[in-house]
């Protein structure tokens, strides 16, 4: 596959192969050109043009569809408009399920409409962020819809829930996979999330948004036992990127009060399948 988004803008065939980009429409539907999800419909301007032409985090969209499979539920939390569940609903098909978590309004439009015109029936959208708790929170706007985040000096009212309430408090189905990149509240949503990390222990991958967030996350995720590792193979301390999958707790290599990686033998794992990964 060519990776569009690889190209540097700096250079002459940068900018030659972006020329023809400029003048398609803003709101044409277009075809995804390549990848899982080629042929699927795309708002031209909804997001990054490396959407649908199909080289937007090509690692780690490979990495997500490798371990979502048939009748999978997939949780994509800060789902923004829709690419992780677009790639999710594709991998689970009729038989699973996508719940998709955003409380932008301007992002939901696009969310929507991506479900509608790709005829996902199996996507849930939720209105709402995800947090450690449910309550109304504030939500600031940023330069571009993608790097819109909670905050107390936000301009916007949202409603916002853990996933422990949404699983355990609902009764919704848990899931398997579970996306989150929800600019700086990673931490938080993994706090809400403490009782399904430990009874259901879904794959994670996770974005984190600072070196200090980065860090609680990782310790959370290790005393919880899972194996972290980058999304393109790096160690843990170099990527802001991770895949985090659950160990049992039968691989632990020592028995310490502060987990690190090294006390966590690694899983041996497939799609979605471990040979000492998953427990159970």
């Known amino acids: 596959m060519l990776n569009f988004s690889g190209v540097s803008r700096a250079g002459l065939i940068g900018r030659l192969l972006r020329l023809p980009l400029a003048l398609i ?13 080629r042929g699927y419909r795309w708002i031209a301007n909804a997001s990054t043009r ?30 923004n408009v829709g690419l992780y569940t677009l790639l999710a609903s594709a ?9 998709a978590f955003e409380p932008l309004p301007e992002n939901l439009v696009y969310l929507e409409k991506h479900s509608i015109l790709n005829h996902c029936t199996n996507v849930s959208v939720h209105r ?21 985040q909670l905050s107390e000096y936000g301009d916007l009212d949202i409603n916002a829930i853990s996933l422990d309430e949404f699983v355990y408090r609902d009764s919704n189905p848990a899931p398997h996979v579970v996306k989150i990149d929800v600019e700086g509240a990673e931490f938080k949503v993994l706090c809400g999330a403490r009782r399904l990390l430990q ?29 972290l590792e980058g999304v393109d193979g790096s160690q843990i301390e170099k990527t802001e990127e991770l895949i985090c999958y659950p160990a049992k707790r039968s691989c632990f290599a020592s028995t310490t009060s502060l987990l690190t990686q090294s006390s966590i033998k690694r899983p041996c794992f497939g799609r979605n399948k471990y040979c000492q990964g998953a427990d159970g």
């Not at 937007?56 to 994509?76: G, H, L, P, T």
């Not at 991998?91 to 996508?98: A, D, M, T």
């Not at 974005?207 to 995720?221: E, G, M, P, V």
């Open 199 to 227: 009874e259901n222990r879904p794959i994670i991958f996770l974005a984190t948004h600072s070196h200090q967030l980065h860090a609680k996350c990782c310790q959370l995720l290790l005393s919880a036992a899972y194996w």
């Open 128 to 148: 709402m962020a995800v947090s450690d708790r449910s309550a109304k929170l504030r939500f600031q706007r940023g330069e571009d819809r993608s790097a819109s």
């Open 91 to 99: 991998c689970v098909g009729p038989s699973g399920k996508v719940f």
């Open 25 to 37: 429409p803003k709101g044409m539907v277009v075809r995804v050109l390549q990848g899982r999800l």
């Open 50 to 79: 490396g959407c649908w032409l199909g080289s937007c985090e090509m690692s780690k969209q490979a990495k997500f569809a490798a371990c979502v499979v048939e009748k999978n539920i997939v949780y994509d939390v800060g789902a």
